[in-house]
């Protein structure tokens, strides 16, 4: 059973079952407009066209492309100028969240962070090590 939820592009209430983000008109003018780009696209002259140009020809949103490239149904191995927001910066990426520099940004503050935390882990096992003078040795 989905739930009842107000469409983001005209307002209208529709039944959300987890499959679409718009009401039944509006995905149907999704579908219209994808046809649009993909016929534009399937040009040989037009494949390789910024996001920016696929616009202009064809009067698409740019919030949809970067959907349609998120979810898969444009391929940037086809179109190789298209792709999508990183979550982090902003620049285009194609697959995941982040683009190469951020992942690679991310993955060097999670080596720093790590060797910090074994360096504290070190620090604090040698000053919880317990020294005993032996009083029975004898003294010469």
């Not at 996001?51 to 919030?63: K, Y």
């Not at 949809?64 to 927001?85: C, D, I, S, T």
């Not at 520099?101 to 074994?118: D, G, I, P």
Request: charged residues 35%; hydrophobic residues 25%.
């Amino acid at each position: 059973m989905g739930e009842l939820r107000s469409c983001p592009k005209c307002g209208d209430f529709y039944n959300y079952t987890g499959i679409r983000e718009v009401c039944g008109k509006c995905a149907q003018e999704e579908e219209k407009m994808y046809e649009d780009v993909y016929r534009f696209l399937r040009k040989r002259d037009n494949r390789s066209a910024t996001i920016e140009q696929i616009v202009d020809a064809t009067g698409v949103e740019e919030d949809l492309l970067h959907k349609w490239v998120r979810k898969g149904r444009l391929q940037p191995a086809m179109f190789p100028n298209l792709g999508y927001p990183c979550d982090s910066c902003g620049a285009l990426t194609t697959k995941g969240k982040l683009c190469i520099n951020c992942q690679t940004e991310l993955k060097s503050e999670l080596n720093k962070f790590e060797a910090a935390r074994e360096f504290r882990e070190s620090v604090e096992e040698s000053e919880r090590t317990t020294y005993y003078a032996d009083s029975n040795k004898k003294k010469q």
